[in-house]
């Protein structure tokens, strides 16, 4: 993930896997996360738990510009407040009541988290463009010994035999959550080719990962 000192960004997400509307669950270095998107396109991220019995809000449900609770209605704000409680319609919900959010930004169609306070934007990658995310069941160094290259300081791994195509990684609790990205100037035989060629890569990482336990 890249690092300015003061806190880095994790790419939790391809923008194009979050519509208008939903919620999804997502993890960063600092535990787990419900991301979502408003009906007016705006993505948030708010710690993963209602504060009111601890239901996972990533089983919840998007309605106007607030997250509810799948479990009680408590809705909240992109900015964490809770502002609507269904069983008490005319309270207005005490500041108190909040959950804890992290700082989102989108560019380049791909969705990043900020851990901690980093000064700097998420590093651009307008040259590349998104095709689709796996889980690999393994940590980074797996991945980058099968690549045959270390992961550069934006988090990605350019394949020295295709370097047209791009992994960009994101370290997990117990796996690593890859998203693969090739030059934008790629035909759609080469798109489909990155897309074969990351899914051996998976099985190698994978394999190698079995046979070091």
Same mark, same amino acid.
């Given at each position: 993930?890249?690092?300015?000192?003061?806190?880095?960004?994790?790419?939790?997400?391809?923008?194009?896997?979050?519509?208008?509307?939903?919620?999804?669950?997502? @993890?960063?270095?600092?535990?787990?996360?419900?991301?979502?998107?408003?009906?007016?396109?705006?993505?948030?991220?708010?710690?993963?738990?209602?504060?009111?019995?601890?239901?996972?809000?990533?089983?919840?449900?998007?309605?106007?510009?607030?997250?509810?609770?799948?479990?009680?209605?408590?809705?909240?704000?992109?900015?964490?407040?809770?502002?609507?409680?269904?069983?008490?319609?005319?309270?207005?919900?005490?500041?108190?009541?909040?959950?804890?959010?992290? +700082?989102?930004?989108?560019?380049?169609?791909?969705? @990043?988290?900020?851990?901690?306070?980093?000064?700097?934007?998420?590093?651009?990658?307008?040259?590349?463009?998104?095709?689709?995310?796996?889980?690999?069941?393994?940590?980074?160094?797996?991945?980058?010994?099968?690549?045959?290259?270390?992961?550069?300081?934006?988090?990605?791994?350019?394949?020295?035999?295709?370097?047209?195509?791009?992994?960009?990684?994101?370290?997990?609790?117990?796996?690593?959550?890859?998203?693969?990205?090739?030059?934008?100037?790629?035909?759609?035989?080469? +798109?489909?080719?990155?897309?074969?060629?990351?899914?051996?890569?998976?099985?190698?990482?994978?394999?190698?990962?079995?046979?070091?336990?």
């Amino acid at each position: 993930m890249p690092f300015d000192g003061a806190g880095s960004w994790a790419p939790v997400a391809l923008s194009s896997d979050l519509p208008p509307g939903t919620v999804i669950p997502a @993890w960063t270095p600092e535990g787990s996360i419900a991301l979502w998107r408003s009906q007016s396109g705006r993505a948030a991220a708010s710690s993963d738990r209602c504060p009111h019995r601890g239901m996972r809000l990533s089983h919840g449900f998007v309605r106007g510009e607030a997250l509810s609770c799948i479990y009680h209605g408590w809705s909240y704000s992109p900015s964490g407040g809770c502002i609507r409680i269904p069983a008490h319609p005319d309270l207005v919900p005490p500041e108190t009541i909040r959950v804890a959010v992290q +700082r989102v930004e989108e560019s380049d169609g791909i969705l @990043w988290v900020a851990v901690g306070q980093p000064a700097m934007q998420p590093p651009p990658l307008e040259e590349l463009i998104p095709l689709r995310s796996l889980t690999v069941e393994t940590d980074v160094a797996a991945i980058e010994d099968v690549a045959g290259a270390e992961i550069d300081a934006n988090g990605l791994i350019r394949l020295p035999e295709f370097p047209w195509i791009a992994l960009l990684l994101a370290p997990q609790e117990k796996h690593t959550l890859l998203h693969l990205m090739v030059d934008r100037d790629r035909s759609s035989a080469d +798109r489909v080719a990155a897309s074969r060629t990351v899914e051996s890569i998976r099985r190698a990482a994978e394999e190698r990962q079995r046979e070091s336990a």
